[in-house]
């Protein structure tokens, strides 16, 4: 289980750097959409203003949820829970923790 830790330690950090980051985005597309006065909808250029807060905001939410299930993993794992299916209490399967650490059924439940 140490290994299934250090990899849930891991994610959870790279993921935590990945809400750093696409926090700062979002501020500067705030920012941009601040300081454009104009309507960006019809910019031949690119992507609107809009499109990119849009964007930008999904990710973060993505990331955000991402985070929240390696927290609840980190808790089954220090509760001692962490491997085993929520649906049937059998043992997750090790490759299957590997493959997606924040499991919370085995195989057989999650088809």
Do not use: N, W
Request: with cysteine.
């Amino acid at each position: 289980m140490d290994d299934l830790r250090e990899i849930l330690a891991a994610e959870r950090s790279k993921t935590a750097d990945r809400i750093a980051a696409l926090s700062a985005d979002v501020e500067a597309v705030m920012e941009a959409s601040r300081l454009v006065a104009t309507d960006d909808e019809h910019d031949p250029e690119g992507a609107t203003i809009a499109f990119e807060r849009s964007q930008t905001s999904t990710l973060l939410e993505d990331a955000r949820q991402r985070l929240e299930e390696l927290d609840r993993a980190l808790a089954r794992l220090e509760a001692g829970e962490y491997g085993v299916c929520a649906r049937c209490g059998q043992p997750i399967a090790v490759e299957r923790l590997r493959a997606r650490p924040t499991a919370t059924t085995c195989i057989a439940c999650a088809t």
